[in-house]
């Protein structure tokens, strides 16, 4: 290794002496003798403070590939946390072997060592002579890839070997990957759709005939940004022909002019061998209240139903698929010295999702998240996943080699797919929907909750498709083993614990549900722009847009509940706290029998009473701020200001529940229900550690006196110690008897 890594940095040297931007007189022979320039081991070459300085303009194709401005902002960063930054005596270039930090795989001692095994190619990159610098690294090369090293006659790795990209769109490696990702059974392969009313575009007929679907039709589904309305090309479907055989509904067809990522769509439909494409604009009724209603809840099983979705990133319907016809790709940096190929592996495809606009948009979330197998289009490159699988055009592996022993998935030292439920994702693990142990409906639960929190953090053009567009998300976790509920958006699972009734006391969920909080900072003094209400001259009021970027901070949605995050602009935080380590103190609740209700009537629930505690102020006064925890989604500036609204009765703390350690009934009867062993090793259900202080949850609200009503304006926790339990703790506030309370 260090020989080549002295060859490579030979031939960089060479190369960049053509560009004139430095003097690199001698370095070969520097390089070489490697006893002056070691760092840990590694072969470097000092080149002072160029690569944060230089303009990715002015220089040769290495140097552009090897630019590094992220090293400015690292030590200024470093110098800010720790006063001072030793060491900091330049910038190196700096040799990683077998692709050290590729964004494929976790940097873990079993992924180097398959790199490792399969000779996958070193690649070289800029970083700073100073401490900590790995992190910023990741990032830089997330976000503009590596640059590897392939010196001439090395044979390729079976992992992960970079390849050009061709600057046009090519659909064999797409085909290869269908191909691949067929034979993974259940898992992939989508199932028809059973849904009213359905409608696709025929892109082998002459004027793109939209038609009745019918089952058996193959089709490709398009997820994409509309756009702000009135960009040219979103008129509406026109009259065609008479109807499908089999069918009384009129045959409709695409109007003549239709946005560029539309007709793009139509021809990637085509190379791939489809004849169908279902494009929600024109296959969805936009006159119809009711069609749209219906469809926008099986939103989830057109997306699943589809032989592939195609993912369109670009800022509206006009922007088109890089690379398929008008619409350019950014191009994949090469060059050559002597024997040796330098080539860029660009930005990773997960960076280009994350920062698009596609990303931002609420109606495309649920249509990535039950997509069985997606195709994005970024700027750069095609990227492909599947629920077992992912590739991105500018590598190539030999895709039997990383699929473990029965090739229905990519081993775990591969990292998961953006929207796939793999071993690398957040509370998931494959094939978690319909497992019935009471371990994995709590990791069902987390899920839900980690993907509510993504969604609440997306835009809407329209504010009052909160829930329409969170409709699929609903009635897929409703079907779940879990059995979650969706009430106006929050989750509510059902028990998972299956106890006598004389103990079900204290296991409705709902309380738990309720107990969400706001991503915000307490007590800033920056807080959101508010509602503008209707004038006394009769002008409506109106809805302030609201974005992650340009106002984080939640507002009010008017039109839903204060109690749901649906009725709020704002993304949720993620909690920490389980489930069956709760007991609900809420009495007659409205909704203690959810589970029988359907998806559209829960989501559409306006209000809710219960009978509650209410916590005495002049006792939470003298409790002490360190107890206290406080999730304000609008409201008071300050702990004073707080304190001062409880006093006059302006607000109330509502009592939810407690939360504390498992209640023995509950914790046996889910270890039961599991059949874990209690000498079993690892136990899964035990390893739930409580990340949160034993505390008493309250709801924070301002009661209107005269309508009789509540409305949720954030959360509080009180944290009690001393070994007295949840209702311990609760009877030293004497909060008296409870209170039948109406919250909208």
């Avoid at 079993?110 to 610098?133: F, G, K």
């Amino acid at each position: 290794m260090p020989n080549n890594a002295a060859n490579v940095l030979a031939a960089q040297a060479a190369l960049c002496a053509e560009c004139s931007a430095i003097s690199w007189d001698g370095i070969e022979k520097v390089v070489n003798e490697k006893l002056r320039f070691t760092w840990k081991g590694r072969p470097f070459v000092d080149v002072g403070r160029r690569y944060r300085k230089l303009s990715p303009n002015n220089t040769c194709t290495l140097c552009r590939q090897l630019y590094a401005p992220w090293i400015a902002g690292f030590i200024e960063s470093r110098r800010w946390i720790e006063g001072k930054v030793r060491d900091d005596l330049g910038d190196r270039i700096h040799v990683f072997p077998n692709l050290r930090y590729v964004h494929h795989v976790s940097d873990y001692q079993t992924s180097r060592n398959v790199l490792r095994n399969h000779e996958a190619p070193y690649h070289i990159a800029v970083v700073p002579i100073a401490p900590r610098w790995r992190e910023g690294l990741l990032e830089h090369i997330a976000a503009r890839g590596m640059v590897v090293v392939l010196p001439d006659g090395r044979p390729e790795s079976k992992v992960l070997q970079p390849q050009q990209v061709p600057r046009k769109f090519d659909e064999k490696p797409v085909l290869s990957w269908l191909r691949t990702c067929k034979r993974h059974r259940n898992r992939c392969n989508p199932k028809p759709p059973e849904v009213r009313g359905m409608r696709v575009i025929d892109c082998k007929s002459e004027n793109l005939d939209i038609q009745e679907y019918q089952p058996g039709d193959k089709y490709v589904a398009l997820s994409y940004v509309w756009g702000p309305p009135g960009i040219p090309g979103q008129s509406e479907a026109q009259a065609a022909a008479a109807p499908r055989p089999g069918s009384t509904r009129p045959v409709l067809h695409l109007p003549r002019h239709i946005p560029l990522t539309i007709r793009d769509a139509v021809k990637v439909t085509k190379a791939l061998r489809y004849r169908y494409l279902w494009v929600d604009k024109y296959c969805i009724d936009q006159n119809n209240e009711q069609e749209q209603r219906e469809q926008f809840s099986r939103m989830g099983d057109i997306y699943a139903g589809s032989q592939i979705a195609i993912f369109a990133l670009g800022d509206d319907s006009n922007a088109g698929l890089p690379g398929v016809s008008s619409t350019p790709r950014l191009g994949q940096r090469e060059c050559r010295s002597g024997r040796y190929r330098f080539i860029s592996t660009m930005p990773d495809p997960h960076e280009s999702i994350k920062r698009s606009k596609w990303s931002t948009r609420a109606w495309t979330y649920q249509e990535g998240l039950f997509s069985t197998r997606r195709l994005f289009f970024t700027n750069h490159q095609i990227y492909f996943e599947c629920n077992a699988m992912n590739c991105a055009e500018s590598f190539k592996s030999n895709l039997d080699v990383i699929h473990i022993n029965t090739g229905q998935r990519f081993r775990a030292y591969h990292r998961a797919g953006q929207f796939v439920c793999g071993n690398s994702n957040q509370y998931s693990h494959l094939d978690v929907r319909q497992n019935k142990a009471n371990h994995r409906k709590v990791d069902t639960i987390r899920r839900c909750q980690h993907q509510i929190l993504q969604y609440t953090k997306r835009e809407l053009t329209n504010k009052d498709d909160v829930l329409n567009a969170f409709a699929a998300i609903a009635r897929f976790y409703a079907k779940t083993t879990a059995k979650i509920a969706s009430v106006a958006g929050i989750a509510v699972p059902f028990p998972i614990a299956n106890l006598p009734h004389s103990k079900q006391e204290g296991l409705d969920h709902l309380s738990y549900a309720l107990a969400w909080s706001h991503r915000v900072d307490n007590f800033n003094g920056d807080f959101p722009r508010q509602f503008k209400p209707a004038s006394r001259s009769g002008k409506p009021g109106t809805q302030l847009r609201w974005t992650p970027h340009d106002n984080p901070k939640p507002q009010r949605r008017r039109g839903f509940p204060s109690w749901s995050w649906a009725g709020w602009f704002g993304q949720m935080q993620s909690r920490n706290d389980l489930p069956y380590c709760w007991t609900s103190l809420l009495g007659g609740s409205g909704f203690s029998r959810y589970k029988q209700y359907l998806v559209r009537e829960l989501l559409e629930a306006e209000s809710l009473q219960f009978d509650a505690y209410v916590l005495n102020p002049e006792q939470l006064l003298s409790y002490g701020r360190a107890m206290l925890d406080v999730h304000l989604s609008a409201g008071p500036t300050s702990m004073e200001m707080l304190y001062q609204k409880l006093t006059n009765r302006e607000y109330e703390c509502v009592v939810l529940g407690t939360y504390g350690e498992p209640r023995r009934d509950i914790f046996r009867a889910i270890q039961a229900a599991d059949r874990k062993s209690t000498r079993a090793k690892k136990r899964r259900i035990d390893m739930f550690e409580r990340l949160e202080p034993d505390a008493i949850i309250c709801l924070i609200v301002c009661t209107d006196t005269v309508e009789g009503v509540s409305y949720r304006k954030g959360l509080l926790k009180v944290q009690y110690y001393g070994g007295q339990g949840g209702e311990g703790a609760l009877r030293e506030w004497d909060t008296g008897s409870k209170r039948r309370l109406t919250l909208k």
